[in-house]
Protein backbone atom coordinates (compact mmCIF):
# COMPACT_ATOMS: atom_id res chain seq x y z
CA UNK A 1 0.00 0.00 0.00
CA UNK A 2 2.63 2.07 1.10
CA UNK A 3 4.62 1.89 -2.42
CA UNK A 4 1.20 2.84 -3.72
CA UNK A 5 1.34 5.76 -2.48
CA UNK A 6 4.50 6.75 -3.51
CA UNK A 7 3.14 5.73 -7.07
CA UNK A 8 -0.07 8.21 -6.72
CA UNK A 9 1.93 10.89 -5.57
CA UNK A 10 4.00 11.43 -8.09
CA UNK A 11 1.23 11.26 -10.81
CA UNK A 12 -0.71 13.50 -8.46
CA UNK A 13 2.25 15.83 -8.40
CA UNK A 14 2.61 15.37 -12.44
CA UNK A 15 -0.87 16.51 -13.18
CA UNK A 16 0.36 19.84 -11.29
CA UNK A 17 -1.40 19.43 -7.68
CA UNK A 18 0.86 20.42 -5.28
CA UNK A 19 1.86 18.52 -2.41
CA UNK A 20 1.41 21.70 0.04
CA UNK A 21 -2.32 21.46 -0.75
CA UNK A 22 -4.79 19.87 1.76
CA UNK A 23 -6.62 18.50 -1.31
CA UNK A 24 -3.06 16.37 -2.44
CA UNK A 25 -3.59 14.11 0.88
CA UNK A 26 -7.18 13.87 0.33
CA UNK A 27 -7.15 12.76 -3.11
CA UNK A 28 -4.35 10.36 -3.00
CA UNK A 29 -5.84 8.69 0.18
CA UNK A 30 -8.88 8.16 -2.33
CA UNK A 31 -7.29 6.68 -5.06
CA UNK A 32 -5.19 4.56 -2.66
CA UNK A 33 -8.96 3.72 -1.18
CA UNK A 34 -10.71 3.35 -4.65
CA UNK A 35 -7.98 0.90 -5.74
CA UNK A 36 -8.59 -1.28 -3.23
CA UNK A 37 -12.37 -0.95 -3.39
CA UNK A 38 -13.60 0.25 -6.66
CA UNK A 39 -17.52 -0.07 -5.34
CA UNK A 40 -16.88 3.40 -3.34
CA UNK A 41 -17.06 4.68 -6.86
CA UNK A 42 -20.81 3.44 -7.57
CA UNK A 43 -22.43 4.35 -4.61
CA UNK A 44 -22.42 8.36 -4.10
CA UNK A 45 -19.22 9.46 -2.96
CA UNK A 46 -21.08 11.88 -0.50
CA UNK A 47 -22.13 9.50 1.63
CA UNK A 48 -19.12 7.14 2.01
CA UNK A 49 -16.07 8.30 0.46
CA UNK A 50 -15.52 11.76 1.75
CA UNK A 51 -16.38 10.90 5.72
CA UNK A 52 -13.65 8.03 5.54
CA UNK A 53 -11.14 10.26 4.30
CA UNK A 54 -12.38 13.06 7.05
CA UNK A 55 -12.42 10.28 10.01
CA UNK A 56 -8.46 10.16 8.83
CA UNK A 57 -7.94 13.64 8.47
CA UNK A 58 -9.71 14.94 11.36
CA UNK A 59 -11.63 17.05 9.21
CA UNK A 60 -15.02 17.41 7.99
CA UNK A 61 -16.41 15.73 4.57
CA UNK A 62 -17.25 19.25 2.95
CA UNK A 63 -13.49 20.16 4.11
CA UNK A 64 -12.35 16.91 1.70
CA UNK A 65 -14.81 17.77 -1.12
CA UNK A 66 -13.76 21.21 -0.93
CA UNK A 67 -9.79 20.70 -0.94
CA UNK A 68 -10.57 17.80 -3.58
CA UNK A 69 -11.83 20.34 -5.71
CA UNK A 70 -9.65 23.23 -5.02
CA UNK A 71 -6.15 21.26 -5.71
CA UNK A 72 -7.88 19.56 -8.71
CA UNK A 73 -8.32 22.90 -10.40
CA UNK A 74 -5.07 24.08 -9.58
CA UNK A 75 -3.75 20.87 -11.13
CA UNK A 76 -5.33 21.54 -14.60
CA UNK A 77 -4.10 24.66 -14.36
CA UNK A 78 -0.70 23.82 -14.44
CA UNK A 79 0.08 19.93 -14.73
CA UNK A 80 1.36 18.27 -17.76
CA UNK A 81 -0.94 18.39 -20.65
CA UNK A 82 0.40 15.29 -22.47
CA UNK A 83 -0.35 13.81 -19.33
CA UNK A 84 -3.66 14.74 -18.69
CA UNK A 85 -4.51 13.81 -21.97
CA UNK A 86 -3.82 10.50 -21.61
CA UNK A 87 -5.41 9.54 -18.19
CA UNK A 88 -8.18 12.07 -19.20
CA UNK A 89 -8.96 12.46 -22.00
CA UNK A 90 -11.93 13.56 -23.57
CA UNK A 91 -13.88 12.82 -20.07
CA UNK A 92 -14.01 15.99 -19.31
CA UNK A 93 -16.36 18.36 -19.55
CA UNK A 94 -15.57 21.71 -21.97
CA UNK A 95 -17.88 24.02 -20.06
CA UNK A 96 -15.97 23.69 -17.15
CA UNK A 97 -12.70 22.75 -18.15
CA UNK A 98 -11.40 20.46 -15.42
CA UNK A 99 -12.46 17.11 -14.03
CA UNK A 100 -15.12 17.08 -11.29
CA UNK A 101 -13.64 14.93 -8.12
CA UNK A 102 -15.59 11.23 -9.13
CA UNK A 103 -13.89 11.75 -12.31
CA UNK A 104 -10.95 12.42 -11.24
CA UNK A 105 -10.25 10.01 -9.00
CA UNK A 106 -12.35 7.53 -11.72
CA UNK A 107 -9.60 8.24 -14.18
CA UNK A 108 -6.40 8.18 -12.23
CA UNK A 109 -7.31 5.03 -10.68
CA UNK A 110 -8.70 3.54 -14.04
CA UNK A 111 -4.74 4.82 -15.43
CA UNK A 112 -3.38 3.20 -12.45
CA UNK A 113 -5.29 -0.18 -13.05
CA UNK A 114 -4.20 -0.46 -16.77
CA UNK A 115 -0.72 0.18 -15.88
CA UNK A 116 -0.58 -3.27 -14.36
Not at 11 to 40: C, H, M, Q, W
Not at 47 to 56: E, G, H
Not at 67 to 80: C, L, S, V
Amino acid sequence: MENTKVKISKVLKELGVSPSLNGFGYLREAIALVLTDDSLLNRVITKQLYPNIAKKFNTTPSRVERGMRHAIERGFDKGNSELMEQIFGYTVSSCSGRATNKEFIACVVDYFQCQE
